[in-house]
């Protein structure tokens, strides 16, 4: 089972970035799937959740209304969609399988001007 993120990065506050996780191993889509993340100095906090064939899905109420999180089961993929970035988004970016208990390793997403 391994997930891999990308598509971290340093983007000016009100911009968007797009986030992926690829997953391999596993029956992706028969699986909810998470995303967290954790600023430097804090706690963990968990930022979006879908359910298997996107049925349902959650978000922290930091990022409501400005993020979106995805799937495409036919190629085993995560996403999330972030827009209108704020400095507080700043954080390692986690996947995670929360079922198989598997994380991947983190993307670096960076809010600055």
């Known amino acids: 089972v391994q997930l891999v993120e990308s598509g971290g990065g340093l983007v000016q506050p009100g911009g968007s970035l797009r986030l992926s996780c690829e997953a391999s191993?596993?029956?992706?889509?028969?699986?909810?799937m998470r995303w967290h993340r954790q600023a430097p100095g804090k706690e963990r906090e968990l930022v979006a959740v879908?359910?298997?064939?996107?049925?349902?899905?959650h978000y922290g109420d930091s990022v409501k209304g400005r993020f979106t999180i995805s799937r495409d089961d036919a190629i085993n993929t995560l996403y999330l969609l972030m827009n209108n970035l704020k400095p507080e988004d700043t954080a390692v970016y986690y996947c995670?399988?929360?079922?198989?208990?598997?994380w991947g390793q983190g993307t670096q997403v960076t809010v600055s001007s």
């Open positions: 995670e399988v929360p079922t198989l208990s598997t």
């Open positions: 191993g596993f029956a992706f889509s028969m699986f909810t």
């Open positions: 879908i359910t298997p064939t996107s049925d349902s899905t």
